[in-house]
């Protein structure tokens, strides 16, 4: 910042002040100020297959709740704040696993819309049909931590805890890299972003008839056009709907589980 002389005028004569400077010295500047938010350095998961490896992980070591961390995590996007907060009526009305549900972002206050896919559905199904006492307004990932006084805690995990649960377990699985629980919102991001399949996808076919829609509205940009037809949001729930992480994972062990008690 610039160096700001004070003046002051007295009738016909100027009076000139020393320059002040009005910026803290470099030393007294909080340090988180000065420091990139580290968020930004979290690793997404690259792999499909890598995804496969957690989710198994956790299913395999009777972790349910872990496993669907990430699945949640992975196929929503949604930040950690907002994904330990949804309750079980959120996701299941009339018995029936939803199709989309809204929830208000806690950090920008705007409602989105979360769309479940087939591996967040039998995922949650999946834990629904090893939790007996669920109740409505239960937090899906729950506290398993328990009151001095012996009763459960009615709460969600702590955003530390779901930290710890993300880079523990990757941790475990061996796959090297930087993870926190912004990985579970970058990993879907890269994995829409990247696939090879995203044309063959793409909810709008005919690129020079968008083109002439724009003109006709007289758009300023495509973007504009996509937002005023609708096309954004369609084009989202497609994407998410087949993005399904951890779904093979998930179908594996429930085959296993199922060849096993048949003994």
């Given at each position: 910042?610039?160096?700001?002389?004070?003046?002051?005028?007295?009738?016909?004569?100027?009076?000139?002040?020393?320059?002040?400077?009005l910026?803290?010295?470099?030393?007294?500047?909080?340090?988180?100020?000065?420091?990139?938010?580290?968020?930004?350095?979290?690793?997404p998961?690259?792999?499909?297959?890598?995804?496969?490896?957690i989710?198994?992980?956790?299913?395999?070591?009777?972790?349910?709740?872990?496993?669907?961390?990430?699945?949640?995590?992975?196929?929503?996007?949604?930040?950690?704040?907002?994904?330990?907060?949804?309750?079980?009526?959120?996701?299941?009305?009339?018995?029936?696993?939803?199709?989309?549900?809204?929830?208000?972002?806690?950090?920008?206050?705007?409602?989105?819309?979360?769309?479940?896919?087939?591996?967040?559905?039998?995922?949650?199904?999946?834990?629904?049909?090893?939790?007996?006492?669920?109740?409505?307004?239960?937090y899906?990932?729950e506290?398993?931590?328990?009151?001095?006084?012996?009763?459960?805690?009615?709460?969600?995990?702590?955003?530390?805890?779901?930290?710890?649960?993300?880079?523990?377990?990757?941790?475990?699985?061996?796959?090297?890299?930087?993870?926190?629980?912004?990985?579970?919102?970058?990993?879907?991001?890269?994995?829409?972003?990247?696939?090879?399949?995203?044309?063959?996808?793409?909810?709008?076919?005919?690129?020079?008839?968008?083109?002439?829609?724009?003109m006709?509205?007289?758009?300023?940009?495509?973007?504009?056009?996509?937002?005023?037809?609708?096309?954004?949001?369609?084009?989202?729930?497609?994407?998410?709907?087949?993005?399904?992480?951890?779904?093979?994972?998930?179908?594996?062990?429930?085959?296993?589980?199922?060849?096993?008690?048949?003994?």
């Amino acid at each position: 910042m610039p160096e700001v002389a004070i003046y002051m005028t007295n009738h016909n004569n100027i009076i000139q002040f020393p320059k002040q400077k009005l910026e803290a010295p470099r030393d007294q500047i909080p340090k988180q100020k000065l420091e990139a938010p580290r968020d930004q350095t979290m690793t997404p998961i690259e792999s499909r297959d890598d995804v496969n490896k957690i989710v198994s992980y956790c299913l395999n070591n009777g972790k349910l709740r872990d496993a669907m961390l990430f699945v949640i995590g992975f196929n929503t996007g949604l930040r950690v704040s907002d994904l330990i907060r949804i309750q079980i009526q959120d996701v299941l009305r009339d018995g029936q696993i939803v199709e989309s549900f809204r929830v208000r972002e806690i950090k920008t206050s705007k409602p989105v819309t979360v769309y479940i896919n087939q591996a967040a559905k039998e995922m949650l199904t999946l834990y629904m049909e090893h939790k007996q006492d669920l109740s409505p307004e239960s937090y899906l990932f729950e506290n398993l931590s328990y009151c001095s006084s012996g009763t459960k805690r009615d709460n969600f995990i702590s955003r530390q805890a779901a930290w710890k649960i993300v880079k523990g377990t990757i941790r475990a699985v061996g796959i090297e890299g930087k993870y926190g629980t912004h990985t579970l919102r970058k990993t879907p991001s890269m994995q829409i972003m990247t696939a090879e399949s995203l044309a063959d996808h793409s909810v709008v076919k005919n690129e020079a008839g968008l083109q002439a829609v724009q003109m006709f509205l007289n758009h300023n940009s495509i973007s504009s056009t996509f937002h005023y037809v609708g096309i954004l949001g369609k084009q989202l729930k497609a994407e998410v709907m087949r993005l399904n992480l951890g779904l093979e994972a998930i179908q594996k062990y429930k085959e296993e589980h199922n060849a096993s008690s048949h003994y």
